[in-house]
Protein backbone atom coordinates (compact mmCIF):
# COMPACT_ATOMS: atom_id res chain seq x y z
CA UNK A 1 0.00 0.00 0.00
CA UNK A 2 1.48 3.40 -0.75
CA UNK A 3 2.23 5.73 2.29
CA UNK A 4 2.17 9.53 2.45
CA UNK A 5 5.56 10.40 1.20
CA UNK A 6 4.26 14.60 2.11
CA UNK A 7 3.64 14.35 5.68
CA UNK A 8 6.59 13.41 8.01
CA UNK A 9 9.89 11.54 7.40
CA UNK A 10 10.06 8.03 8.73
CA UNK A 11 10.14 7.16 12.44
CA UNK A 12 9.49 4.18 14.15
CA UNK A 13 10.08 5.50 17.70
CA UNK A 14 7.38 7.43 19.33
CA UNK A 15 7.81 9.54 21.79
CA UNK A 16 5.74 10.18 24.74
CA UNK A 17 4.79 13.88 25.99
CA UNK A 18 4.89 14.89 29.08
CA UNK A 19 1.19 16.15 30.20
CA UNK A 20 1.04 19.32 28.71
CA UNK A 21 -2.21 20.45 28.77
CA UNK A 22 -3.70 22.98 26.07
CA UNK A 23 -3.35 26.80 26.50
CA UNK A 24 -6.21 28.16 27.81
CA UNK A 25 -7.78 30.37 24.86
CA UNK A 26 -7.67 34.09 25.39
CA UNK A 27 -9.16 36.16 22.86
CA UNK A 28 -7.25 39.42 21.94
CA UNK A 29 -10.97 40.70 21.78
CA UNK A 30 -14.39 40.14 22.44
CA UNK A 31 -17.24 41.56 20.35
CA UNK A 32 -21.14 41.69 21.95
CA UNK A 33 -24.11 42.44 19.03
CA UNK A 34 -26.68 44.89 20.63
CA UNK A 35 -28.98 41.79 20.11
CA UNK A 36 -26.72 39.39 21.59
CA UNK A 37 -26.48 41.82 24.66
CA UNK A 38 -30.41 41.88 24.92
CA UNK A 39 -30.62 38.12 25.12
CA UNK A 40 -30.14 36.53 29.51
CA UNK A 41 -27.93 33.82 28.41
CA UNK A 42 -25.23 36.67 26.24
CA UNK A 43 -25.61 38.88 29.16
CA UNK A 44 -24.53 36.01 31.43
CA UNK A 45 -21.47 35.65 29.03
CA UNK A 46 -20.46 39.25 29.40
CA UNK A 47 -20.61 38.94 33.10
CA UNK A 48 -18.23 36.00 32.55
CA UNK A 49 -15.87 37.67 29.96
CA UNK A 50 -16.02 40.80 32.50
CA UNK A 51 -14.51 38.90 35.57
CA UNK A 52 -11.71 37.49 33.27
CA UNK A 53 -10.77 40.95 32.55
CA UNK A 54 -11.20 40.46 28.61
CA UNK A 55 -11.49 43.40 26.40
CA UNK A 56 -14.76 43.86 25.32
CA UNK A 57 -16.16 45.73 22.33
CA UNK A 58 -20.02 46.31 22.18
CA UNK A 59 -20.72 47.01 18.35
CA UNK A 60 -23.04 49.62 17.47
CA UNK A 61 -24.99 47.22 14.73
CA UNK A 62 -25.11 43.50 14.63
CA UNK A 63 -22.81 42.83 11.67
CA UNK A 64 -19.15 41.69 12.32
CA UNK A 65 -16.77 44.29 10.53
CA UNK A 66 -13.22 45.07 10.51
CA UNK A 67 -11.99 42.27 10.53
CA UNK A 68 -9.95 41.67 7.55
CA UNK A 69 -6.29 42.03 7.43
CA UNK A 70 -4.28 43.40 4.86
CA UNK A 71 -3.65 39.84 3.53
CA UNK A 72 -5.02 36.59 4.22
CA UNK A 73 -2.83 35.35 7.05
CA UNK A 74 -3.65 38.91 8.77
CA UNK A 75 -7.20 38.26 8.34
CA UNK A 76 -6.83 34.25 9.47
CA UNK A 77 -4.87 36.01 12.94
CA UNK A 78 -7.28 38.94 13.52
CA UNK A 79 -10.34 36.36 13.20
CA UNK A 80 -8.74 33.82 15.68
CA UNK A 81 -8.15 36.05 17.96
CA UNK A 82 -11.65 36.75 18.23
CA UNK A 83 -14.73 36.17 20.20
CA UNK A 84 -17.69 37.50 18.83
CA UNK A 85 -20.94 36.82 21.17
CA UNK A 86 -24.12 36.95 18.51
CA UNK A 87 -27.59 35.93 18.35
CA UNK A 88 -28.02 32.61 16.04
CA UNK A 89 -29.57 33.75 12.93
CA UNK A 90 -33.48 31.96 12.37
CA UNK A 91 -31.81 29.63 9.96
CA UNK A 92 -29.53 28.12 12.93
CA UNK A 93 -33.14 26.78 14.63
CA UNK A 94 -33.75 24.56 11.36
CA UNK A 95 -31.62 21.82 12.47
CA UNK A 96 -30.11 19.37 9.38
CA UNK A 97 -29.22 16.41 9.54
CA UNK A 98 -26.05 14.77 10.43
CA UNK A 99 -25.32 11.49 9.59
CA UNK A 100 -23.75 8.56 10.71
CA UNK A 101 -22.36 10.99 13.98
CA UNK A 102 -26.03 12.22 15.03
CA UNK A 103 -29.45 12.71 14.19
CA UNK A 104 -28.88 15.99 14.22
CA UNK A 105 -26.78 18.78 14.33
CA UNK A 106 -27.20 21.75 16.59
CA UNK A 107 -24.48 24.30 16.58
CA UNK A 108 -23.72 26.33 19.88
CA UNK A 109 -21.11 28.36 18.68
CA UNK A 110 -19.59 28.35 14.62
CA UNK A 111 -15.60 28.94 14.84
CA UNK A 112 -12.84 27.14 16.36
CA UNK A 113 -9.78 28.56 18.45
CA UNK A 114 -7.71 26.03 17.26
CA UNK A 115 -5.00 25.47 14.52
CA UNK A 116 -5.32 22.00 12.69
CA UNK A 117 -4.25 22.05 9.67
CA UNK A 118 -6.90 20.01 8.10
CA UNK A 119 -9.82 21.67 9.73
CA UNK A 120 -13.29 20.42 8.94
CA UNK A 121 -14.69 23.81 8.92
CA UNK A 122 -12.28 25.43 6.48
CA UNK A 123 -14.80 26.04 3.25
CA UNK A 124 -17.78 25.87 5.26
CA UNK A 125 -17.34 29.35 7.41
CA UNK A 126 -18.51 32.41 5.78
CA UNK A 127 -15.77 34.93 6.52
CA UNK A 128 -13.33 35.76 8.36
CA UNK A 129 -12.55 32.14 10.84
CA UNK A 130 -14.44 34.11 13.88
CA UNK A 131 -15.74 32.17 16.75
CA UNK A 132 -19.42 33.26 17.00
CA UNK A 133 -20.73 31.79 20.19
CA UNK A 134 -24.78 31.90 19.87
CA UNK A 135 -26.49 34.16 22.50
CA UNK A 136 -29.81 32.77 22.70
CA UNK A 137 -28.88 29.01 23.16
CA UNK A 138 -31.56 28.52 25.57
CA UNK A 139 -34.32 29.53 22.57
CA UNK A 140 -32.64 27.25 20.56
CA UNK A 141 -32.28 24.51 22.91
CA UNK A 142 -36.12 24.24 23.04
CA UNK A 143 -36.20 24.23 19.54
CA UNK A 144 -34.52 21.26 19.64
CA UNK A 145 -37.17 19.38 21.65
CA UNK A 146 -39.15 19.85 18.50
CA UNK A 147 -37.18 17.32 16.58
CA UNK A 148 -37.38 14.67 19.66
CA UNK A 149 -39.04 11.45 18.13
CA UNK A 150 -41.27 8.91 20.68
CA UNK A 151 -39.74 5.64 21.02
CA UNK A 152 -36.78 6.82 20.20
CA UNK A 153 -33.44 8.49 21.74
CA UNK A 154 -32.82 11.41 19.45
CA UNK A 155 -28.78 12.50 19.13
CA UNK A 156 -28.18 15.91 19.14
CA UNK A 157 -24.50 16.66 17.74
CA UNK A 158 -23.07 20.08 18.73
CA UNK A 159 -19.31 20.00 17.91
CA UNK A 160 -20.00 20.64 14.08
CA UNK A 161 -18.81 23.41 13.95
CA UNK A 162 -16.73 24.28 16.78
CA UNK A 163 -14.63 22.73 19.77
CA UNK A 164 -17.03 23.03 22.20
CA UNK A 165 -14.73 22.52 25.14
CA UNK A 166 -12.45 24.73 23.52
CA UNK A 167 -14.36 27.77 24.53
CA UNK A 168 -16.65 26.92 27.46
CA UNK A 169 -14.63 28.48 30.02
CA UNK A 170 -15.63 31.79 28.42
CA UNK A 171 -19.11 30.70 27.32
CA UNK A 172 -20.60 28.29 29.90
CA UNK A 173 -22.61 27.28 26.56
CA UNK A 174 -22.06 23.21 27.12
CA UNK A 175 -22.92 23.01 30.80
CA UNK A 176 -26.10 24.64 29.56
CA UNK A 177 -26.68 21.63 27.15
CA UNK A 178 -25.17 19.52 29.11
CA UNK A 179 -27.95 20.38 31.89
CA UNK A 180 -30.71 20.40 29.67
CA UNK A 181 -30.23 17.26 27.77
CA UNK A 182 -29.96 15.69 31.52
CA UNK A 183 -33.82 16.23 31.66
CA UNK A 184 -35.12 15.03 28.31
CA UNK A 185 -35.30 11.58 28.19
CA UNK A 186 -35.39 10.71 24.84
CA UNK A 187 -32.80 12.93 23.67
CA UNK A 188 -28.97 12.36 23.80
CA UNK A 189 -26.28 15.20 23.22
CA UNK A 190 -23.36 14.24 21.61
CA UNK A 191 -19.99 16.49 21.99
CA UNK A 192 -16.36 15.93 20.83
CA UNK A 193 -13.05 17.82 21.82
CA UNK A 194 -9.66 18.44 21.35
CA UNK A 195 -8.93 20.35 24.66
CA UNK A 196 -8.92 18.60 28.03
CA UNK A 197 -10.54 21.37 30.54
CA UNK A 198 -13.52 18.90 31.40
CA UNK A 199 -13.66 19.96 35.07
CA UNK A 200 -16.42 22.36 34.97
CA UNK A 201 -18.88 19.13 33.51
CA UNK A 202 -17.75 16.77 35.87
CA UNK A 203 -20.71 17.56 38.62
CA UNK A 204 -23.21 18.22 36.03
CA UNK A 205 -26.77 16.60 36.32
CA UNK A 206 -26.20 14.77 33.13
CA UNK A 207 -28.45 11.64 33.83
CA UNK A 208 -26.29 9.85 31.26
CA UNK A 209 -27.98 11.03 28.17
CA UNK A 210 -24.30 13.23 27.48
CA UNK A 211 -21.76 11.45 25.27
CA UNK A 212 -18.53 12.97 25.81
CA UNK A 213 -15.86 12.17 23.18
CA UNK A 214 -12.39 13.25 22.59
CA UNK A 215 -11.12 13.33 19.32
CA UNK A 216 -7.35 11.57 19.47
CA UNK A 217 -5.09 11.22 16.67
CA UNK A 218 -1.07 9.25 16.39
CA UNK A 219 1.31 11.38 18.49
CA UNK A 220 2.87 12.96 15.52
CA UNK A 221 -0.17 13.80 13.35
CA UNK A 222 -1.40 15.73 16.63
CA UNK A 223 1.57 17.32 17.95
CA UNK A 224 2.41 18.74 13.60
CA UNK A 225 -0.97 19.78 12.45
CA UNK A 226 -3.38 20.34 15.93
CA UNK A 227 -2.00 23.46 16.65
CA UNK A 228 -3.09 25.33 20.29
CA UNK A 229 -5.10 22.07 21.27
CA UNK A 230 -4.35 19.81 24.40
CA UNK A 231 -1.57 17.11 24.14
CA UNK A 232 -2.74 13.72 23.28
CA UNK A 233 -1.99 12.68 26.86
CA UNK A 234 -3.83 15.64 27.87
CA UNK A 235 -7.11 14.45 26.16
CA UNK A 236 -6.49 10.73 27.52
CA UNK A 237 -6.41 11.93 30.88
CA UNK A 238 -9.67 14.12 30.30
CA UNK A 239 -11.41 11.05 28.75
CA UNK A 240 -10.67 9.19 31.46
CA UNK A 241 -11.78 11.71 33.89
CA UNK A 242 -15.17 11.88 31.81
CA UNK A 243 -15.80 8.05 32.45
CA UNK A 244 -14.98 7.90 36.19
CA UNK A 245 -16.89 11.18 37.19
CA UNK A 246 -19.77 10.74 39.58
CA UNK A 247 -22.34 12.98 38.90
CA UNK A 248 -25.04 13.74 42.29
CA UNK A 249 -27.26 10.53 42.67
CA UNK A 250 -26.30 9.31 38.87
CA UNK A 251 -23.62 8.05 37.01
CA UNK A 252 -20.17 8.66 34.82
CA UNK A 253 -20.17 9.87 31.22
CA UNK A 254 -20.78 7.54 28.58
CA UNK A 255 -17.36 8.27 26.93
CA UNK A 256 -16.51 7.94 23.55
CA UNK A 257 -13.35 8.24 20.88
CA UNK A 258 -13.00 9.75 17.66
CA UNK A 259 -10.29 8.80 15.78
CA UNK A 260 -9.59 11.60 13.17
CA UNK A 261 -8.12 12.32 10.82
CA UNK A 262 -7.04 8.97 10.00
CA UNK A 263 -3.75 8.95 7.58
CA UNK A 264 -1.51 6.43 6.91
CA UNK A 265 1.59 8.37 7.51
CA UNK A 266 4.66 6.33 7.49
CA UNK A 267 4.89 3.64 9.69
CA UNK A 268 1.17 4.52 10.27
CA UNK A 269 1.05 0.82 12.08
CA UNK A 270 3.59 1.75 14.78
CA UNK A 271 2.13 5.29 14.96
CA UNK A 272 -1.38 3.97 15.37
CA UNK A 273 -0.98 0.49 17.61
CA UNK A 274 0.69 3.19 19.98
CA UNK A 275 -1.88 5.46 20.17
CA UNK A 276 -4.29 2.91 21.32
CA UNK A 277 -2.26 1.14 23.55
CA UNK A 278 -2.12 4.49 25.13
CA UNK A 279 -5.77 4.33 25.18
CA UNK A 280 -6.07 0.70 27.02
CA UNK A 281 -3.93 2.30 29.68
CA UNK A 282 -6.01 4.85 30.28
CA UNK A 283 -9.63 2.90 30.66
CA UNK A 284 -8.15 0.70 32.47
CA UNK A 285 -11.58 -0.10 34.05
CA UNK A 286 -15.08 -1.00 32.46
CA UNK A 287 -16.92 1.81 31.04
CA UNK A 288 -19.70 2.86 28.70
CA UNK A 289 -17.31 3.48 25.38
CA UNK A 290 -17.82 3.72 21.40
CA UNK A 291 -15.46 4.86 18.67
CA UNK A 292 -15.69 6.47 15.73
CA UNK A 293 -13.38 5.99 12.79
CA UNK A 294 -12.63 8.74 10.36
CA UNK A 295 -10.60 8.87 7.18
CA UNK A 296 -8.75 12.12 6.38
CA UNK A 297 -10.67 13.79 3.41
CA UNK A 298 -10.82 17.09 1.45
CA UNK A 299 -12.68 18.76 -1.28
CA UNK A 300 -10.76 21.20 -3.63
CA UNK A 301 -12.76 24.11 -1.74
CA UNK A 302 -11.29 23.39 1.77
CA UNK A 303 -7.85 22.78 0.05
CA UNK A 304 -7.41 26.23 -1.01
CA UNK A 305 -8.96 27.63 1.91
CA UNK A 306 -6.64 25.22 4.32
CA UNK A 307 -3.26 26.41 2.33
CA UNK A 308 -4.60 30.35 2.75
CA UNK A 309 -4.48 29.53 6.31
CA UNK A 310 -1.19 27.21 6.41
CA UNK A 311 0.65 27.60 3.10
CA UNK A 312 3.49 25.19 4.65
CA UNK A 313 1.77 22.64 5.98
CA UNK A 314 3.29 19.14 5.15
CA UNK A 315 -0.36 18.03 5.48
CA UNK A 316 -1.00 15.20 2.26
CA UNK A 317 -3.91 17.64 -0.04
CA UNK A 318 -3.07 15.54 -3.27
CA UNK A 319 -5.38 14.81 -5.56
CA UNK A 320 -4.07 12.46 -7.76
CA UNK A 321 -3.29 9.77 -5.02
CA UNK A 322 -7.02 9.81 -3.83
CA UNK A 323 -10.44 8.44 -4.75
CA UNK A 324 -13.31 10.83 -5.69
CA UNK A 325 -16.24 10.63 -3.61
CA UNK A 326 -19.50 12.18 -4.57
CA UNK A 327 -22.38 13.57 -2.31
CA UNK A 328 -26.14 13.96 -4.02
CA UNK A 329 -25.68 17.26 -4.63
CA UNK A 330 -22.79 16.69 -7.09
CA UNK A 331 -19.89 17.85 -5.20
CA UNK A 332 -16.58 15.68 -5.02
CA UNK A 333 -14.36 14.74 -1.71
CA UNK A 334 -11.29 13.35 -1.75
CA UNK A 335 -10.62 10.29 0.04
CA UNK A 336 -8.27 7.27 0.13
CA UNK A 337 -7.78 4.88 -2.86
CA UNK A 338 -10.54 1.52 -1.75
CA UNK A 339 -7.26 -0.69 -1.31
CA UNK A 340 -5.87 1.64 1.12
CA UNK A 341 -9.38 2.13 2.89
CA UNK A 342 -9.91 -1.51 3.36
CA UNK A 343 -6.02 -2.02 4.68
CA UNK A 344 -6.85 0.84 7.20
CA UNK A 345 -10.35 -0.66 7.83
CA UNK A 346 -9.29 -4.26 8.38
CA UNK A 347 -6.39 -2.48 11.07
CA UNK A 348 -8.23 -0.53 13.10
CA UNK A 349 -11.58 -3.02 13.25
CA UNK A 350 -8.48 -5.72 14.58
CA UNK A 351 -6.78 -3.79 16.84
CA UNK A 352 -10.03 -2.12 18.33
CA UNK A 353 -11.80 -5.40 18.85
CA UNK A 354 -8.66 -6.81 20.69
CA UNK A 355 -8.45 -4.05 22.82
CA UNK A 356 -11.91 -3.10 23.79
CA UNK A 357 -14.39 -6.12 22.80
CA UNK A 358 -17.23 -4.42 24.47
CA UNK A 359 -17.02 -1.19 22.83
CA UNK A 360 -18.76 -0.79 19.79
CA UNK A 361 -17.75 0.50 16.23
CA UNK A 362 -20.49 3.06 15.14
CA UNK A 363 -18.96 3.44 11.86
CA UNK A 364 -15.91 3.70 9.80
CA UNK A 365 -16.05 6.68 7.05
S1 LIG B 1 -10.57 21.43 16.68
FE1 LIG B 1 -11.85 20.90 14.89
S2 LIG B 1 -12.90 22.81 14.33
FE2 LIG B 1 -11.16 23.35 15.67
S3 LIG B 1 -9.47 23.85 14.27
FE3 LIG B 1 -9.30 21.65 14.82
S4 LIG B 1 -10.45 20.57 13.19
FE4 LIG B 1 -11.02 22.74 13.09
Not at 194 to 197: F, S
Given at each position: MPTQQTLFTPSTSVKHPNLTTSRLWIPKQVLFTPDALEEPFGQQIYERISTLGLPINILKSNRLTGLRGADERETYRNAKNTLAVVKAPPGAFRLQPIPPSADWQMNLAEGCPAHCQYCYLAGSLHGPPVTRVYANLPQMLANAAAYEQVGKVTTFEVSCYTDVIGIEHLTGSLAECVSYFGSRPDAQLRFVT????VESLLELPHNGRTRARVSLNAELIARRLEGGTASVEARLQALRKLALSREQGGGEYPVGVVLAPIMPIIDWRVHYTDLLDRLADTLDFDCDLTVEFITHRFTAGSKEVLLGWYPNTSLDLDEFSRSQKRNKFGGVKYVYEPDEMKTLRSFFYAEWRKRFPRAPILYWT
Open positions: KYDQ
